[in-house]
């Protein structure tokens, strides 16, 4: 029928409304034929919709009723989708891999008593993925393989895009990564050019999966931002009020059908009883009220066992909505866990050879770009701690450092390390400090940085051959605080004033004139948060065409006594001539070199080994005064190491190097019996300080 195909063609375009107003319409149409055939077929399509929408119980009641009708209609041929439908909703909505096996071996099985070796192909698809799912991988081949060689009998742009995603499990399982790259390519490229987008997200995430497994994290973050677009296309909001309101609309068709039916019925009722004679009136009456009674005690009845129905199953939507939460929560944890300590690890690297390069070449010691470098590191180490753990900016565990900063130094630093911006959009960077600012404030300059890169950054990226201002003026003094207004206006495109209410929004770019504009839509963001943990508020002015103003106005301390103090803490005293020795446990070997620059720049003694065996071996041969220990090793772990160490009653100082976050650790590595923990990257001075306060505590 024609509006069955429409709506089928309509759903492989993820165009749910439309989908299901077409399926409707053709169930109307069967029934006022009275075609068992297309009234299942009808009902198939609806609860192919839903399946979609993940209504997921209401998909299998009318794939129920489907395999009803298709059994009214003594047709076992329609059962070969039927059941191959029911098995994708065990598999991809409700993970129940068996049991989805199950109801496709159940199609398999009518598909060979009857020949039809199209269906197969299908069946056979979607056998691949979840024995895929099982880590079956040879049944799972064995059925890709299956599709490939048959794919002419179901060659349809949904089924060959599939088919390509599936292709692509399997070189990824038999490790080609040159045929996985094609495949998935292949792919997305189908999907696109049919509007498949409901495959086209599917797609995006295995591929993610994928990228990520072979540790090309850059490339999996874009696959999996480009799935996330897909599906916020597919999902959003208005659209799935709008499928709501039109899937409300056929429930309400379906009941009156429904109550058309009981009608009929009981005006039968009716007429039979009209036929019956009443022996006495007396006994009439009586009969009618109990047949009153009895109906209104059954609707009572009926009533409540619906409602007991529904409860029951949106409590177990809430439990698996919770259960699913919680595992996403876990999920993401785990990932910036490790996200955070893979990109922690290098920038230990470039902070280390960094000042390696400025130790060893005295000439670059007032370079501005060897400062810019060491700016450009410390503010990207700042950033990625923020961008990977976002949620602990909304949730407040943000905590704000104070040391002292020179506001015209930290200005100076941001537009030196924006300079290549301005000079390729061909912009001036102009700035305007009051002279009345006291010259040293006490704060958090990594954060008032971050705050002030951003900033600018987008004022150039916005602005062609035009200006930058960076604006500071002292407000006021109020006791020991100075109130300090942070200006950035710029001359560039300016924000449509519709738009200015949800820029500090997160994920959120606006619709620009240029298109060449990039980012994660973080940027802004992040800026309000920091801003208002500083105590303060950040306001927008803006105009098309003629520029943007950002400020806010954030107060520092300037007591002169706390500023001596924090300056004093900072230095570290080495003039008591000791010369410590230290075991160096480190398996990276770029860290190795920067911490054994930093033993030799301050004449410690000192020994680098692998791992923690071969540490444990140097603590049984010879005294140290401390150990520096890594913490994610090859063999066995700094955890494992400490702990071995003090069942061997050894008590030296152990101070855990690390590129993990503090907070995942601390529990752990006090437990085993280390005794500080320094967070990769750090300053070398952070490093001796923190060596000088052990031996004290030692002594």
């Known amino acids: 029928m024609k509006f069955l195909s429409v709506s089928d063609s309509l759903l492989l375009k993820a165009d749910y409304k439309n989908s299901l107003l077409s399926s409707n319409k053709a169930l109307t149409k069967a029934i006022q034929l009275n075609e068992n055939n297309l009234i299942a077929l009808s009902y198939n399509s609806i609860g192919g919709v839903y399946e979609e929408i993940l209504e997921i119980d209401k998909a299998l009641g009318y794939y129920d009723k489907a395999i009803q009708y298709s059994d009214k209609a003594k047709n076992d041929t329609l059962k070969i989708w039927f059941y191959n439908n029911i098995g994708n909703i065990f598999l991809y909505r409700k993970n129940d891999v068996k049991t989805g ?11 060979d008593q009857f020949k039809e070796e199209a269906s197969k192909v299908l069946t056979k698809i979607n056998l691949a993925w979840a024995y895929f799912q099982q880590k079956e991988y040879k049944k799972a081949i064995e059925n890709v ?4 060689k048959n794919i002419e009998l179901m060659k349809y742009p949904d089924t060959e895009a599939y088919l390509n995603l599936l292709l692509g499990l399997k070189y990824s399982h038999l490790n080609n990564d040159e045929l996985v790259d094609f495949h998935f390519q292949k792919a997305i490229e189908i999907s696109k050019a049919n509007q498949l987008d409901s495959y086209l997200s599917d797609i995006h995430e295995e591929y993610a999966r994928y990228l990520y497994k072979k540790g090309d994290y850059k490339n999996a973050f874009i696959q999996l931002d480009l799935h996330e ?5 597919i999902f959003n909001s208005d659209n799935i009020k709008s499928i709501n309101l039109t899937a409300l609309k056929i429930e309400l068709e379906e009941s009156k059908r429904e109550l058309v039916k009981v009608n009929k019925e009981r005006s039968l009722q009716q007429e039979n009883l009209k036929k019956t004679k009443i022996i006495t009136s007396l006994s009439l009456v009586f009969l009618l009220l109990m047949v009153f009674l009895l109906y209104m005690l059954y609707r009572n009845i009926v009533f409540r066992k619906k409602v007991n129905l529904y409860l029951e199953a949106k409590n177990k939507e809430l439990n698996d909505a919770k259960e699913k939460a919680e595992e996403a929560s876990k999920l993401k944890s785990q990932f910036i866990s490790t996200i955070s300590h893979e990109l922690r690890t290098p920038l230990y690297g470039v902070v280390g050879i960094t000042n390696m390069l400025a130790d060893e070449h005295n000439e670059l010691t007032d370079s501005p770009h060897l400062k810019s470098l060491k700016f450009s590191a410390r503010y990207l180490l700042s950033l990625v701690n923020d961008l990977l753990q976002i949620n602990k900016i909304e949730e407040n565990k943000v905590v704000l450092e104070n040391s002292t900063l020179n506001l015209e130094d930290e200005i100076h630093m941001v537009s030196e390390s924006l300079s290549f911006i301005a000079t390729r959009n061909n912009n001036k960077i102009i700035t305007e400090i009051d002279s009345s600012i006291p010259e040293y404030l006490i704060g958090d300059k990594l954060r008032l940085s971050q705050i002030l890169m951003n900033l600018v950054s987008n004022a150039l990226k916005f602005t062609q051959n035009g200006e930058v201002y960076i604006r500071v003026k002292l407000q006021n003094f109020e006791g020991t605080l100075s109130h300090i207004q942070f200006e950035v206006k710029d001359t560039g495109v300016g924000i449509p004033q519709k738009d200015l209410n949800k820029i500090f929004e997160k994920f959120v770019q606006i619709d620009r004139k240029e298109d060449d504009y990039q980012g994660a839509g973080l940027g802004l963001s992040i800026v309000k948060k920091l801003v208002e ?14 520029g943007t103003r950002f400020y806010f106005t954030i107060a ?11 300056i004093h803490n900072i230095s570290v005293d080495l003039s008591a001539e000791q010369i410590y020795k230290v075991l160096v446990v480190e398996d990276n070997k770029i860290n190795q070199m920067v911490t054994r620059k930093i033993m030799e720049k301050n004449n410690f003694k000192f020994l680098i080994v692998d791992d923690g065996y071969a540490a444990i071996e140097a603590l049984g041969k010879e005294h140290f005064d401390v150990v520096l220990m890594d913490i994610n090793m090859p063999l066995i772990n700094g955890f494992e190491t400490t702990r071995l160490i003090r069942k061997k009653e050894i008590t030296v100082p152990i101070i855990a190097l690390t590129a993990f976050a503090k907070d995942e650790i601390t529990d752990e590595a006090f437990s085993v019996g280390m005794n500080d923990i320094l967070i990769k990257p750090f300053e070398p001075s952070k490093l001796i300080q923190c060596i000088e306060k052990l031996m004290k505590n030692n002594r």
Not at 103 to 111: E, G, T, V
Not at 145 to 148: C, H, I, L, R, S
Not at 229 to 233: H, L, N, Q, S, Y
Not at 556 to 566: G, H, N, P, S, Y
Request: glycine share 2%; net charge negative; hydrophobic share 35%.
């Open 101 to 111: 096996i199950d109801y496709y071996l159940k199609s398999l099985k009518y598909a």
């Open 145 to 148: 393989d299956f599709a490939q």
């Open 229 to 233: 677009e897909v599906k916020d296309r």
């Open 533 to 546: 943990i500083f105590g303060s508020e950040i306001f927008v002015e803006s105009e098309e065409s003629k």
């Open 556 to 566: 520092f301390e300037t007591d002169t006594k706390k500023v001596d103090k924090i």
